[in-house]
């Protein structure tokens, strides 16, 4: 089955300055990668994706690429602020085998200091 | 349009009790999923519904867990009697028909045995 390592488990950056979480997964079945931020008291909530067609997709200070030759994918956001400190889950999922259970690494708690 | 909403937020029960954790999933969504964290770890899959069925239950851990979705609607997760190392925080993920690649999270249920 899937496995999903994500590293480091936790980041503390400068606000202003750029972070970076990367994940690395065991089944080249694999062809969805969320990313998901978790707020204190809130659940996981979806922030990006990317499908293993793309290599890298951006929505504004948040980027994910995928090298799905080395089976691993990374989130990048830049200009961090404080609000986007928060825990951080990387999955993968195969998209169209039964079941579409997410794997999830084990997130990633970084903190934004300003 | 109403999220995925669970209850309770919070439970605190004692080793040997029962508890039920019920999950709204948003209206229309066939697809409901049961999710753990424990301890800090990688958030787990526990089981997955199409509608009333379970499609995928290969994560429950024992059979001290018993998940229901009676009519397809809202589910419920029964553990008895609770163990120590069934503390975690529990989530449900609802999406709206399988291959549906995003998946939305309730706030999910701490539960702490003692």
């Known amino acids: 089955g899937e496995n999903v390592e994500q590293h480091p488990s936790t980041l503390s950056v400068q606000e202003g300055d750029s972070a970076v979480i990367k994940c690395t997964y065991s089944?080249?079945?694999?062809?969805?990668f969320p990313w998901y931020k978790q707020e204190l008291g809130k659940g996981p909530q979806l922030i990006i994706d990317?499908?293993?067609?793309?290599g890298e997709k951006k929505d504004q200070r948040i980027a994910v690429t995928l090298n799905k030759t080395a089976k691993h994918f990374s989130l990048h956001i830049t200009e961090t602020q404080p609000e986007d400190s928060a825990v951080y889950f990387c999955?993968?999922?195969?998209?169209?085998?039964?079941?579409?259970?997410?794997?999830f690494g084990a997130g990633t708690i970084l903190r934004v200091k300003s | 349009e109403a999220g995925v909403t669970q209850f309770p937020s919070h439970s605190v029960i004692e080793k040997g009790q029962t508890v039920t954790l019920r999950c709204d999933p948003i209206?229309?969504?066939?697809?409901l999923y049961w999710y753990r964290r424990v301890m800090g770890k990688e958030i787990k899959f526990l089981l997955h519904?199409?509608?009333?069925?379970?499609?995928?239950e290969s994560g429950m851990p024992n059979n001290r867990f018993l998940a229901e979705r009676t009519g397809g609607t809202y589910s419920t997760l029964k553990v008895q009697p609770a163990e120590l190392e069934d503390s975690g925080v529990y989530f449900c993920?609802?999406?709206?028909?399988?291959?549906?690649?995003?998946?939305?999270f309730g706030q999910g249920t701490r539960l702490t045995v003692v």
């Open positions: 993920a609802s999406s709206p028909r399988v291959g549906f690649a995003e998946a939305f």
């Open positions: 089944d080249s079945a694999s062809n969805y």
């Open positions: 990317i499908r293993s067609n793309v």
């Open positions: 999955a993968a999922r195969p998209l169209l085998r039964s079941g579409n259970k997410l794997v």
């Open positions: 209206s229309g969504h066939d697809n």
């Open positions: 519904f199409v509608k009333e069925s379970k499609q995928d």
